[in-house]
């Protein structure tokens, strides 16, 4: 348009491949003003073939591009949004990648947790859990699973259950784990509240067994109370017999 300058072109990324073609070029290759004019026009058409193959060649890798990009995105919010956490962790315990679930779970942001230990959300009582199941997968290259009680930045405690695998470089030297953080917190809790109830069964039951014991005992004591009582009845009564034979006896006499 008039009045408006034009905007200097930017050098296209062609420009330095094209540089690296023409220093390939044949030193041998004759010159085009030394070809013949059926040379020229055979020249022209097998160029305009190239040309036509290159860039049907370009909007195949295009496709393959937007198709690779599509499944990227496809799998990425496969990863980020699964029902479980993902995180990748060094064989010294520090993270190097969660997904979107795990980070909720540990109710931090994701690029807070990238580089911090994992060991910082395990609850103190289950540190030796953690780093014993840690240690024996790094040493040996088993999958492992444990689990463990997590707190959160706010204080909030819940339960996970850990799967873990080694990924392992070259010289199968254990570098990363590979690991799924399931909440459990509903199922220990249900474990816990059942716990519950079997103690509270198995105290009452301890308890009535004890007064039972108790009321057991106390008959038997009754018992022995009430045959000592029957021995001295029967005794009584032998002895009123013996008594009135005799004064049967003696009356007889007289």
Do not use: W
Not at 176 to 193: C, F, N, P, V, W
Not at 195 to 205: G, I, M, R, Y
Not at 224 to 237: I, S
């Amino acid at each position: 348009e008039v009045g408006m300058k034009s905007k200097p072109s930017k050098p296209k990324e062609t420009d330095g491949l094209r540089k690296r073609a023409e220093k390939n070029i044949d030193p041998a290759t004759r010159p085009i003003e030394k070809l013949s004019d059926e040379e020229v026009r055979n020249l022209a058409h097998e160029l305009q073939v190239h040309q036509i193959e290159l860039e049907m060649q370009n909007d195949e890798f295009r496709k393959s591009q937007l198709a690779l990009h599509a499944s990227r995105d496809k799998y990425s919010n496969l990863y980020d949004f699964a029902p479980v956490g993902y995180l990748t962790i060094s064989d010294k315990g520090i993270i190097l990648e969660v997904n979107l679930t795990g980070s909720l779970m540990l109710g931090t942001e994701r690029s807070f947790l990238i580089g911090k230990p994992f060991s910082r959300f395990v609850m103190k009582e289950y540190s030796d859990v953690y780093y014993h199941e840690r240690n024996r997968i790094c040493k040996t290259g088993d999958r492992g699973t444990c689990e463990l009680g997590m707190v959160r930045n706010d204080g909030t405690q819940f339960y996970v259950q850990l799967e873990c695998t080694v990924e392992s470089d070259a010289e199968e030297v254990p570098l990363q784990l590979m690991t799924s953080m399931t909440d459990i917190t509903d199922r220990k809790r249900a474990e816990g509240a059942l716990q519950k109830a079997h103690d509270e069964l198995e105290d009452n039951v301890a308890e009535r067994t004890s007064e039972l014991t108790v009321a057991n005992a106390s008959l038997k004591d009754k018992n022995r109370e009430l045959e000592h009582y029957r021995e001295l009845f029967v005794d009584r009564e032998f002895r009123i017999k013996e008594l009135r034979d005799k004064i049967k006896e003696l009356e007889n006499k007289s």
